[in-house]
């Protein structure tokens, strides 16, 4: 049971638009943490995709945004390609658990 | 070349230790925090230690603290995991990663491709 809780599974076809929620509470995103997302190819380490609820790194297109509200965050690809199926991770600090949590992940498929 | 490089990994028997490394490149590791972050096989992401840019503040989850140790040897530019006590539930790849700042932000701009440790009898 991930602290940071997002859908298993999303999945869209190419070109398409889709989202993945991040639902926190009161001691994470809603105590006014940030939230980052990372992004897990097969069979690859993690790599940071946005940083600080809405900031992409440098190299990161900008298909890949991200927003943040009171208890929660999203994650939203636009122009949905092939090269996006693989794994994402939403991250942020606990402060009841003194440390980073992260959400369970969700897959996303290209169909 | 920016990187980290994790080694150390293996299979270990129930209630042994290993001790893993993390080999920094390309950047002086003291001026940075670095975390240890570790992924059960078909699992999600669990994070486990960071060290203060000055190694003055380590914090852990509660899951491994007084079994898993995090430290460093400047003179090397490396960072180290001690873990004592694995149970089989220690299975996992583990991940070193940096944190962006000097201060400790929680959270990783830089991953390594990690070691996979494996708690068998």
């Known amino acids: 049971q991930s602290v940071l809780t997002q859908p298993p599974s999303v999945s869209g076809a190419p070109g398409q638009r889709v989202t993945i929620s991040c639902t926190g509470s009161?001691?994470?995103?809603?105590?006014?943490?940030?939230v980052h997302w990372y992004q897990q190819l097969p069979g690859t380490a993690p790599k940071l995709l946005i940083s600080?609820?809405?900031n992409r790194p440098s190299g990161v297109p900008d298909r890949f945004s991200g927003s943040k509200s009171v208890t929660s965050a999203s994650l939203a690809i636009t122009g949905l390609q092939a090269e996006d199926e693989a794994d994402y991770y939403c991250?942020?600090?606990?402060?009841?658990?003194?440390?980073?949590?992260f959400g369970g992940g969700t897959k996303v498929t290209v169909l | 070349q920016v990187q980290l490089v994790e080694s150390g990994g293996g299979v270990v028997q129930p209630g042994r230790s290993l001790r893993l490394s993390c080999a920094a490149s390309?950047?002086?590791?003291?001026?940075?925090?670095v975390h240890w972050v570790r992924q059960a096989p078909g699992k999600g992401l669990e994070w486990l230690a960071v060290?203060?840019?000055?190694?003055?503040?380590?914090y852990y989850v509660d899951s491994v603290k007084g079994r898993f140790t995090i430290s460093r040897d400047t003179s090397k530019n490396t960072l180290y995991l001690q873990m004592d006590s694995l149970t089989a539930e220690d299975t996992a790849l583990f991940y070193c990663?940096?944190?962006?700042?000097?201060?400790?932000?929680?959270?990783?701009?830089?991953w390594g491709r990690g070691t996979l440790v494996t708690v068998s009898s």
């Open positions: 600080n609820n809405s």
């Open positions: 060290m203060s840019y000055n190694g003055d503040n380590k």
């Open positions: 990663a940096r944190d962006p700042y000097f201060e400790t932000n929680w959270y990783f701009d830089l």
């Open positions: 390309g950047f002086t590791l003291s001026r940075y925090a």
């Open positions: 009161s001691s994470n995103i809603g105590a006014g943490y940030d």
């Open positions: 991250q942020s600090y606990d402060s009841s658990l003194s440390g980073v949590v």
